[in-house]
C-alpha cells in the first residue's frame, strides 16, 4: 500500500452509509481517483466544508492497487470556489466540465495538462463576471486538443479551399468542414462562428468572456461540440448539467 500526495478535484460524490462518502476525484499526478471519506458527512469531520464538487484540495489518501476504492485520510482546502455555489448559471457550467471530464476521462494516468486546464476553467468561472458560457468553450476547445481530436477549422476537408468567408458543413468523424462546392450533409457553421472558434483556440483562457455571440452562433458552438465529443469519446452522452445551464439561461 503507497501514501499518495497530491492535488485533486472533486468531479462527484455520494453517501456512503450514515456518515461516509464515496469521491470522484479527478487528480494533477494520477488521473482519475475514486476515495471514500469515511465520516467525512458528521459534523465534526476534519474533511467538512471540503467535499463537495468542484473543491479543489491538496490530498493524502491511502492508495492500493488491487482495489477500486481507495481511502482518503487527510484533506487541505486549496480554493472552495465559492462564487460559484448559490449561483446556478456559475454551477451548472463548473458541474458541466467536472462531468465532461469524468465521462471523457477513462483511467488513473497522470495527464496534468487536463488537471491545469479544468482547474483553470473552474477559477475562471468563479473570479470573471462576462459571458460565461464561453469558459466551457474554451474548456471544451482545449480539451479536444489534449484528447488528441483537434479538428481543422480553416479549409475544407477533401479540396483544401479556405473556409473563412462562407463557412462550411462540419463532419465529425472527420474531424472538420466540408465546403460547399464538394457537397455538405453535416451540421452547417457560419464563417462568424468559425471566427468564434479560432479565436478560442488561440487566446488566453480570461480572455474567452469577452465574446458577444448571437442566438445563432450559440446554437452551431453547442451544437458542434455535443456532435464532436459523441463521435470520438466511446459511450459519451449529453452533458445533463448543460442541459439544465440552456434552460435556465436561454429562458431569460
Known amino acids: 500500500m503507497a501514501i499518495l500526495n497530491t492535488e485533486a478535484i472533486i468531479l462527484k460524490g455520494w453517501k456512503l452509509r450514515e456518515t461516509s462518502k464515496i469521491l470522484q476525484l479527478y487528480t494533477r499526478d494520477y488521473g482519475k481517483v475514486r476515495v471514500v471519506a469515511k465520516g467525512g458527512r458528521d459534523p465534526k469531520s ?7 464538487p468542484m473543491t479543489h484540495l491538496n490530498i493524502i489518501y491511502y492508495d492500493k492497487r488491487t482495489r477500486d476504492l481507495q481511502l482518503l485520510s487527510k484533506v487541505d482546502l486549496i480554493d472552495p470556489h ?26 488513473e494516468e497522470s495527464f496534468p495538462e487536463v488537471f491545469d486546464l479544468l482547474s483553470g476553467t473552474l477559477s475562471a468561472l468563479d473570479r470573471m463576471d462576462d459571458f460565461l458560457e464561453a469558459y466551457i468553450w474554451y474548456f471544451q476547445t482545449h480539451f479536444i486538443g489534449l484528447m488528441g481530436y483537434k479538428p481543422i477549422w480553416d479549409s475544407c476537408l477533401h479540396c ?7 463557412g462550411g458543413a462540419f463532419h465529425p468523424e472527420s474531424g472538420g468542414l466540408i465546403c460547399r462546392n464538394c457537397g455538405g450533409g453535416g451540421l452547417w457553421v457560419s464563417s462568424d462562428t468559425l471566427e468564434i472558434l479560432f479565436f478560442l483556440q488561440r487566446c488566453n483562457q480570461d480572455e474567452a468572456g469577452s465574446l458577444k455571440p448571437g442566438k445563432a452562433q450559440k446554437f452551431e458552438i453547442r451544437k458542434l461540440f455535443d456532435l464532436y465529443f459523441r463521435a470520438h469519446i466511446e459511450h459519451m452522452k449529453r452533458i445533463e448539467s448543460l442541459r439544465l445551464y440552456y434552460s435556465l439561461c436561454d429562458a431569460e
Open 160 to 166: 483544401g479551399t479556405s473556409l473563412g468567408l462562407e
Open 82 to 107: 465559492y462564487h460559484i455555489i448559490g449561483d446556478m448559471p456559475r454551477t451548472t457550467l463548473g458541474l458541466a466540465v467536472a462531468e465532461l471530464t469524468d465521462k471523457a476521462v477513462a483511467g
Open 46 to 52: 476534519p474533511f467538512k466544508g471540503c467535499l463537495e
